[in-house]
């Protein structure tokens, strides 16, 4: 059964730091490139930033310079590293694998001010 697994959310002042993780059976991980999306109260789901089984990575104008994507191929592992947090990056926090389309069950992020 396909699985990807979220972990690392959770609350933190605004100008802190945390770190996601998405762990993804072997079978998508190696063929897919990897997405982390948020949404908000009330808004529509958003790509936050993406990564290819190449390393090439895309990120939302608003979280560029702040938010870094990485991939452990040998831990079948997606993780956004998010720094200088701010009240607007409160969300739901989840992981997706393009191709078959596969999300995880995700992980709230809140920033206080």
């Known amino acids: 059964q396909v699985q990807l697994v979220e972990s690392g959310g959770g609350l933190v002042q605004a100008g802190g730091s945390l770190r996601l993780s998405c762990a993804a059976s072997?079978?998508?991980?190696?063929?897919?490139?990897m997405g982390w999306y948020r949404q908000a109260p009330g808004k529509q789901r958003e790509l936050v930033a993406l990564?290819?089984?190449?390393?090439?990575?895309n990120y939302a104008d608003s979280v560029k310079g702040r938010f870094t994507i990485s991939r452990d191929n040998a831990k079948n592992s997606v993780y956004l590293q998010m720094n200088s947090l701010n009240p607007d990056d409160t969300a739901v926090y989840y992981c997706y694998a393009y191709g078959p389309g596969y999300w995880g069950q995700g992980t709230q992020v809140t920033v206080s001010s």
């Open positions: 072997t079978t998508i991980f190696s063929m897919n490139a």
């Open positions: 990564i290819t089984t190449g390393g090439n990575r």
